[in-house]
């Protein structure tokens, strides 16, 4: 994140030609590593991240189904104290629209409509919270013609799948340009699907696109130049947002650790295979058990499917949170 604020800050908001002529988007899932009750430091880190938000001046923002994970309460009341705005065209709270469907900004002259569509996929937990999803294909049906009539160019924030994407522009129309958060391959180059172009960056948030539309005389889009800025760790970080995270890590370090004290030591399957190997060779029998069984391919096997079943799942595109 510190590397994201400092490649903002230089090639953004201190460059003289953007003034006014950009907009800084993303397209959700950016809060919480996933949907489950966030912890007292995953609240703080998700408020920090708010802050870096507001200090970026993000345009706005898709309300992702992660995002949710501290309630849409949470995300609400804290955005709205940073002037930051959340956008969702189908998330409900106790039957009442909590954010705008839209919203419709000026660029060097040019009206964009920005919509933002929530996962359904939401989590038991979260949804019984008096939280629904309406159905993304129905609520764009209604909105996408509605901001056709008072913009130029319309930019879809979703946090549905590519596959899910893919489906939605068989049954809507007219939507320009798609920022993808939820499940799918990164998108180094646009990709076109009729008239639509679906952009999506590392997973993470690992890096940045800049995009550039180009318009012909009707105002109707003829192009894309985009970029996908990776964030290495080569790259300089922001001083400030890195004292700042370290400091929020350095405060919880010491709450948030459990540790587990187990009774008996833990015991290791390779070296137990290793040492029952030996006391066999050394009675002279071969390293195979009475039953025909090697212990020591018994201990890797079984090392093997711990690891597949607690190994990490690939995520998705989220900026995920500082710790």
Not at 11 to 36: C, I, M, T, Y
Request: glycine share 6%.
């Amino acid at each position: 994140m510190a590397r994201r604020v400092r490649w903002i800050r230089d090639n953004v908001q201190n460059n003289v030609q953007n003034h006014g002529n950009f907009l800084l988007l993303d397209a959700g899932n950016f809060l919480f590593r996933n949907e489950s009750a966030p912890s007292e430091a995953a609240l703080a880190s998700a408020r920090l991240l708010l802050d870096f938000y507001r200090d970026m001046s993000y345009t706005a923002l898709c309300a992702g189904k992660r995002d949710l994970a501290g309630s849409i309460i949470f995300l609400s009341k804290e955005a709205d104290k940073r002037g930051l705005r959340p956008l969702s065209s189908n998330l409900r709270y106790k039957d009442k629209a909590v954010f705008e469907p839209y919203a419709i900004f000026d660029v060097n002259g040019i009206k964009v409509g920005v919509l933002a569509i929530t996962s359904p996929e939401l989590d038991q937990r979260i949804k019984a919270d008096n939280v629904d999803v309406l159905d993304p294909s129905d609520r764009l049906k209604l909105l996408v013609p509605e901001l056709k009539n008072r913009v130029d160019v319309i930019i879809l924030l979703s946090n549905l799948s590519e596959f899910e994407d893919r489906k939605l522009l068989s049954t809507v129309d007219g939507i320009d340009i798609i920022i993808q958060s939820g499940q799918g391959k990164q998108l180094y180059q646009p990709l076109k699907v009729g008239n639509t172009y679906l952009l999506r960056g590392d997973i993470k948030g690992r890096s940045i696109g800049k995009c550039v539309v180009k318009l012909n005389s009707q105002k109707d889009v003829q192009g894309l130049n985009n970029e996908l800025h990776q964030l290495k760790a080569s790259l300089p970080v922001d001083r400030a947002a890195t004292s700042k995270i370290k400091g929020l890590k350095q405060k919880y370090s010491s709450t948030e650790v459990t540790t587990i004290r187990p009774s008996d030591p833990a015991k290791n399957p390779f070296l137990e295979a290793i040492e029952k190997a030996k006391r066999n060779k050394m009675k002279g029998d071969s390293t195979k058990s009475r039953d025909g069984s090697n212990p020591l391919l018994e201990a890797i096997e079984k090392a093997k499917k711990n690891k597949v079943e607690g190994g990490p799942s690939q995520s998705d595109n989220s900026t995920d949170n500082l710790f």
